[in-house]
């Protein structure tokens, strides 16, 4: 929702990786900055409207990414897609920093600068792969946050270290980050970071991208 310059931005992004995509506004000549080349669908409206989002094709969407210029618009169409419709993968763009927190802490994905809002909104829209965070001089061990599929949702801190033979520094939970004990429970939204050393990364990637051996 949102047909912006990161709405827009988004959106070609998205579809050069290979998704379909539709994208919502209310005005329809913002979707001149789609280009001529855009092959997906457009839809005047607002996003928090249910008819405008099945227009959209929300039943089968895998992922809704609010941005449009208010605030209000956005946090209330990131409730109703994921509240209503079910999909998990939902992320809005809020302005106020004060306000984006208190929405992290209500367990609705925000994101609040203008300056890395579109990688930051593909990172939680396609949450797949590692993402670095920090890298030793010899570049010998990374820290990453590490897409960690919804399988391991209910596991333990300790039983996710075991499977992957690494260490779980920290998690970062409804907008704050905690040092997990072993018996911490994974829950779903959370963002997981390993330390992991660089040959193992793809081992790694492998073993909790994919759901828990046995399920």
């Not at 449009?68 to 763009?93: C, K, M, P, Q």
């Not at 920090?134 to 946050?145: K, Q, T």
């Amino acid at each position: 929702m949102g047909c912006g310059r990161v709405g827009s931005t988004l959106a070609r992004s998205l579809e050069k990786r290979g998704h379909s995509v539709a994208v919502i506004d209310v005005q329809p000549d913002a979707f001149r900055r789609l280009g001529p080349d855009f092959g997906g669908r457009t839809v005047k409206g607002v996003g928090f409207d249910r008819e405008v989002l099945i227009e959209s094709g929300i039943a089968e969407a895998e992922g809704f990414a609010a941005v449009s210029s208010g605030d209000n618009s956005n946090i209330l169409s990131a409730r109703v897609v994921r509240e209503t419709f079910g999909v998990h993968n939902v992320v809005a763009r809020i302005y106020d920093p004060g306000r984006a927190e208190v929405y992290e802490r209500l367990g609705i994905p925000t994101v609040a600068t203008v300056r890395w809002t579109s990688d930051q909104v593909l990172r939680r829209l396609l949450p797949a792969g590692s993402e670095p965070q920090w890298r030793d001089p010899s570049g010998s061990v990374r820290l990453l946050e590490v897409h960690v599929n919804r399988g391991w949702v209910g596991r333990t801190i300790d039983q996710i270290e075991a499977a992957s033979a690494v260490r779980v520094p920290f998690v970062f939970r409804l907008g704050a980050g905690i040092v997990p004990k072993r018996s911490t429970v994974f829950q779903d939204g959370d963002l997981l970071y390993v330390a992991v050393a660089d040959a193992r990364l793809a081992e790694v990637e492998a073993i909790l991208g994919a759901a828990p051996k046995g399920e």
